[in-house]
């Protein structure tokens, strides 16, 4: 893949981001609607698509983690964002987003405002991860709608039903495990009474 000049926007800049390691940042009040910046990449087709992923899962299971850039296109393409020339990969995701992914009539995927962003604000979409190691993707994006994992929105009620039951099963282990010890110290109580 030859090398392009990195992504540029005149709305946004790179900084440091309280979320995670770098982030993009609005220069200036950004109004609703407006294509910010072009996510750009490689485009391929599901094939290949398919490797790479598969290649990122492997990393992932031997490292803990990987990043993935890679977008849905249409039926037939996918786009991998993998570059360091793609600036727009640097922005983060959240929970309660300012931006999404368009894709245009050419393919083009453009990060859009989905509402009026105020001068300084860090840039966001959700990241549309599946499910599927839920737990490898924590979310820190500090939103007061955060569900505490990188997941697309439609799986919401799914993780949070995920997320309740675990909890629940946590509640119960720790309140056997109470029980225990205090039987246990009951019973060394009475052993030196
Ligand atoms: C595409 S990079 C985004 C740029 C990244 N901040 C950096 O400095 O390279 C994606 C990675 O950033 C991190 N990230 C993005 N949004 C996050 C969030 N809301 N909470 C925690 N980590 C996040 C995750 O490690 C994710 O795999
Ligand atoms: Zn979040």
């Not at 992504?7 to 294509?35: C, L, N, Q, Y």
């Not at 899962?57 to 490292?63: A, F, G």
């Not at 977008?71 to 600036?87: A, Q, Y």
């Not at 989905?114 to 939103?143: A, Q």
């Amino acid at each position: 893949m030859e090398e392009l000049s990195p992504s540029k926007s005149d709305w946004t800049e790179v900084r440091g981001s309280e979320v995670h390691g770098r982030g993009m940042f609005a220069v200036k009040d950004i109004p609703e609607g407006e294509h910010i910046i072009e996510y750009l990449g490689e485009r391929i087709d599901k094939e290949e698509s398919d490797r790479r992923g598969n290649a990122l899962y492997d990393v992932s299971q031997e490292t803990g983690g990987a990043q993935v850039y890679l977008f849905t296109l249409d039926e037939s393409w996918d786009l991998d964002g993998n570059f360091e020339w793609n600036t727009a990969r640097l922005v983060n995701h959240s929970c309660e987003s300012n931006c999404e992914a368009q894709i245009d009539d050419e393919l083009r995927i453009w990060l859009t405002a989905v509402r009026d962003i105020k001068c300084d604000e860090e840039l966001s979409f959700n990241y549309g991860f599946g499910i599927d190691d839920y737990e490898k993707h924590p979310c820190l994006c500090g939103s007061r709608k955060c569900v505490g994992y990188i997941v697309t929105e439609e799986c919401w009620p799914e993780l949070r039903r995920i997320i309740k039951k675990k909890k629940a099963k946590e509640e119960r282990k720790a309140a056997k495990e109470k029980a225990r010890k205090r039987k246990k110290e009951e019973k060394r109580k009475k052993k030196f009474s």
